[in-house]
């Protein structure tokens, strides 16, 4: 069957019908080529992709501030998200469907809508943060984190040759955890175009740990949905040079064919040069170079782990993306003093704790000794061999433990007076009679108790422990009803109720543009009913008072005068103040702890609910009174109330 005749647009390449007069994406004069200025509409009246205006409002809160980019099949604007005071800085993903039949434009919304959705519900800091997505005029919208910084190919490009090994190695660590993470999702996901134009490391100001630079994937394949028929062979091809064979229409893709592909990126940055094709491997396996064969400073180990994941059988590369993880650490091309080693020790998918934040890992653990004379206590490293302890957790968990006993790090511990657990290291100072510690083996061992005994000491505990002040302030902004969030949350508040002993003073508080304390600090025993009955009636509304309720219960707790306890504010928001009196930083000194507050030691714990929420601002706010922020959603906010409650 015959297809009708096509012309390319002069200005973008677009294949247009004959007839057309002008280009179905770019709006141009199809007849001599790009004349004139682009216009915003087609004749159709649909947008024209990437010409947007200055300025132009999108979705109703979006403005534009200028084009970022533009390539076959969608525009990158960057825009100020206008529902915030603070005017939150997004990226805006605009799809280009005109080279679309009607019937195959239909088709690419519903699809675009289900992996929206999916993108949405992503939370990882090596991916970008989604937030919405929305259709107009004609054209589907993805909205996300605008992240400052360069791509892989661009660093390479101002480097003008190979790349330093540790940093490229480093980022590799981060690229197997996000891969991780992709491929175990309940429905696991293939990123299939893996490459250094894809990933782009951010400015220094936005790295959490390490001077290396924090990776992010980039151009997440959600444009595929939008390309034709006709093109459908490139959906799944990825590019060349980094696609494995499979993806050539030879096989199934899948966890092993993201595993190719970060090793042709680790080829590319590490020699400069792009790697031979699949196809042309198989037809003549001259055309490929080895690695060290094209820069001989690659250290062997990493020589031979580009090599292995880029076997050209999916079966003879590594089988999951934490199995070249473990490869590249237990390599040792990445010393434990290195930045990229470091961060990894704090990567979020080989943890089992993921939601509990980095800054607590950062904080050296003292050691005591009482003055009677040395103490001496073992802490195992235990990896559980419960049902729910999957083969990869167990194996992250292996990779630590050989961390915590390599020599550096054995070394580092004695230097806090710890006495290393692995034999090799000598004891040396401080375990030694010059600083009251007797520096040989533990000469007698005291039997383990009994059940009773254990039984008795938790009962004790219960009844000794220093108690707890605590007001839980909860964000009902209207915001809180999308996506079942206020639902997630009362659970959340629910189980860290049930956490507090009788003797615990446990309030609530609730804000939106109005403060309203629905319970004022006072022991939970006799009124723990009564703030589950609270917490189940909250519903949500209006705008978001943060800073003002943080500073009215923190002075209420000034107020109050249970010297012994241990007094907190726990607050979590999932948007931006909008309705304070207070600025942050009035409220930041009030309640630090040097400033009006000091001395009260009065903690305030912050949860970032959503993507919404301004992170930077709670980790301020935490972070002035010696508290904590986190990061919660709807799947794990009762998980992070749990660790909250375990401080007391």
Known sequence: MGQAAQIPCGHCGTLNNVSDQFCANCGYLLAGGPTGTIPVLTPAGRRVTGALVRGELLGGRYRNVELVGKGGFGAVYKANDERFQGRRVVAIKEMSDAHLSPQERSQALKDFRQEADLLVQLKHPNLPDVSDFFEEHGKAYLVMEFIEGRTLAKVQDDAGGPLDEQLVMGWALQLCDVLSYLHTQPQPIVFRDLKPSNVMVTKPSNVMV????????????????????????????????????????????????????????????????????????????????????????ISNGTGNIILKAMAEESKDRYQSALEMFQAIVASGVIPATSPGRSYAAALPNFATIPALSTQAATLPAPSTYPSEGTFYSDHPFVIPQAGWVTPAKKAAA???????????????????????????????????????????????????????????????????????????????????????????????????????????????????????????????????????????????????????????????????????????????????????????????????????????????????????????????????????????????????????????
């Open 210 to 297: 390490t001077k290396n630079g924090q990776v992010k994937l980039i151009d997440f394949g959600i444009a595929r949905v939008f390309k034709s028929t006709a093109a459908k062979d490139t959906t799944t091809l990825g590019s060349r040079g980094y696609a494995p064979l499979e993806q050539y229409g030879r096989g199934q893709s899948d966890a092993r064919s993201d595993i190719y592909a970060l090793g042709a990126t680790l080829y590319d940055l590490l020699t400069n040069t792009v790697p031979a094709d699949a196809p042309t491997r198989r037809v003549n396996p001259l055309a490929f170079e080895a690695p060290r064969q094209l820069n001989p400073a």
């Open 398 to 648: 292996q990779v630590f433990r050989d961390y915590l006993l390599s020599t550096p790090q054995q070394q580092k511990a004695l230097q806090y007076g710890f006495r290393p657990a692995n034999l090799s290291v000598k004891v040396g100072a401080p375990i030694d009679a010059a600083h009251g510690v007797d520096p040989r083996p533990v000469q007698a061992i005291l039997n383990v108790p009994s059940a009773d005994v254990v039984q008795a000491v938790e009962t004790s505990w219960k009844s000794l422990r220093r108690k707890v002040d605590v007001m839980l302030i909860l964000d009902r902004s209207g915001s809180m009803n999308d996506t079942g969030k206020i639902g997630a949350a009362r659970q959340g508040l629910l189980q860290f109720v049930s956490m507090l002993g009788d003797l615990d003073g446990l309030g609530l508080t609730i804000f939106n543009d109005s403060i309203n304390v629905l319970s004022p600090v006072m022991p939970l025993g006799p009124n723990r009913q009564k703030i589950r009955d609270q917490i189940n009636a909250i519903t949500a509304c209006c705008n978001t008072r943060l800073y003002d309720t943080i500073d009215q219960q923190v002075k209420a707790l000034v107020a109050l005068s249970h010297d012994r306890h241990i007094k907190v504010v726990v607050v979590l928001t999932d948007g931006q103040d909008d309705a304070s009196a207070l600025t942050r930083d009035q409220l930041i000194n009030d309640i630090a702890a040097s400033g009006p507050n000091a001395g009260n030691g009065i903690k305030v714990f912050t949860i970032a609910y959503g993507s919404d929420a301004d992170v930077k601002d709670l980790q301020a706010i935490a972070g002035a009174t010696g508290g904590q922020e986190y990061s919660g959603t709807s799947q794990n906010i009762q998980q992070v109330y749990l660790q909250i409650s375990s401080f007391f």
